[in-house]
C-alpha cells in the first residue's frame, strides 16, 4: 500500500433492520465503493461505529470484507480504542484473518499524556507484523496528537502514516516536514483534502466518497498532474456535500443518504440516530444536486 494508494473510503457499517451487522451488504458496499474510485476500505473506524461493535462483528467484517475485495484493495481493520492491552489483542486477531494495515485511533476518554500515547502507540505496533496508520481526531477524542509525538512514532518501521483530522494545517505542515518522505498523511476531513495536497499529504481516508468517489479521484489526480485550477474547481463543487455529511455527527447522515438512494445500509446503532427532519430535508436538497458515483446494484 505505502506510496500507491491515495483515497481510501471510511466505511459505514451496514445493518439490518434488528440492528445485526448485515454481513452480505457489507460485502456489497465494499465492492461498489471499489467500482467507484476508492483505493481500499477503513473498516469499523469512526464511520463504521466501531465503538457500538463487539470484537466478534468486528473480526467477522475484517474477514468478510477481505473475502469480497480479494487483491483489489488494501483492507484497513480500525482495532485501536482506549484499552491499550485490548488494542494489541484484536490487532493480533485482525492480522489473522487476513488484513492487509491497521488503522489506530488516539484512545479517547482517557486522556494520556504525549508520552502515554507514545507508549500506547509503540506497545501496539510492536505486536504485529503489519502497517500501521496512526489517527489524530481531537473533537472526538478531547486528546491531540502533536506532531513531536508523531515524528517520534515515525521512527518506528510499521508506522507507515497517519490520518490527520486536526484541522490544524500548521500541525499538519509539521508533520510532513519532520517525517520521511514515505511517510504518508492522509487528510481525515474532506473539506481538508486539497490543502493537505498542497503541503505534501499523500491522500485521504474520505466519508463523502460513498457517494462521489470518482470525483474526489478526479480532483486528486488533477492537482498531482498539476492542474491546481481544475483540481480546486472540483474541491470547491464538493464542498457542500461535505457540510451535508456532518450536518449531524457522522456517519448518521452518510448511512441516511446510502439509505435514501436505495443502497440499504440500516440505521445507525444508538446512541446516534437518523438525522432530525430539518437536517435530512438539507440533506435532500445536497443530493438533488450532486452527481453520484456509487453504483446502486453491486454485487459480489
Do not use: W
Amino acid at each position: 500500500m505505502a506510496g500507491l494508494s491515495r483515497l481510501f473510503t471510511a466505511m459505514v457499517t451496514p445493518f439490518d433492520p434488528e440492528g445485526n451487522v448485515d454481513y452480505d451488504q457489507a460485502k456489497r458496499l465494499a465492492i461498489a465503493l471499489l467500482d467507484s474510485g476508492s483505493d481500499g476500505l477503513v473498516v469499523s473506524g469512526t464511520t463504521g461505529e466501531s465503538p457500538t461493535l463487539s470484537r466478534e462483528e468486528k473480526l467477522k467484517l475484517f474477514a468478510e470484507v477481505k473475502e469480497a475485495v480479494g487483491g483489489r484493495g488494501t483492507v484497513i481493520a480500525g482495532t485501536g480504542n482506549y484499552c491499550t492491552k485490548d488494542s494489541i489483542e484484536l490487532t493480533q486477531t485482525a492480522e489473522s484473518v487476513g488484513v492487509d494495515a491497521i488503522l489506530l485511533v488516539v484512545p479517547c476518554y482517557n486522556k494520556p499524556t504525549q508520552e502515554g500515547l507514545f507508549q500506547h502507540f509503540k506497545a501496539i505496533v510492536t505486536a504485529t507484523s503489519l502497517p500501521c496508520i496512526l489517527y489524530n481526531v481531537p473533537s472526538r477524542t478531547v486528546v491531540n496528537l502533536a506532531p513531536e509525538t508523531v515524528i517520534k512514532l515515525s521512527e518506528i518501521g510499521n508506522i507507515v502514516g497517519i490520518k490527520e483530522a486536526s484541522a490544524n494545517l500548521e500541525q499538519i505542515a509539521k508533520i510532513i516536514d519532520g517525517t520521511n518522505k514515505d511517510f504518508l498523511v492522509y487528510s481525515g476531513n474532506d473539506s481538508d483534502t486539497l490543502p493537505i495536497l498542497a503541503l505534501g499529504g499523500c491522500g485521504v481516508i474520505s466519508v463523502i466518497s460513498h457517494l462521489v468517489g470518482l470525483q474526489v479521484k478526479e480532483m486528486m489526480e488533477k492537482f498531482l498532474s498539476g492542474k491546481a485550477d481544475e483540481a480546486a474547481t472540483i474541491h470547491r463543487r464538493l464542498l457542500p456535500l461535505v457540510d451535508a455529511m456532518f450536518v449531524v455527527s457522522s456517519p448518521s447522515p452518510t448511512k441516511y443518504a446510502l439509505n435514501r438512494l436505495g443502497f440499504r445500509v440500516g440505521k445507525p446503532r444508538l446512541p446516534l440516530v437518523e438525522p432530525d427532519e430539518k437536517s435530512a430535508a438539507f440533506i435532500d436538497a445536497t443530493l438533488s444536486n450532486c452527481k453520484i458515483n456509487l453504483p446502486i446494484e453491486a454485487k459480489v
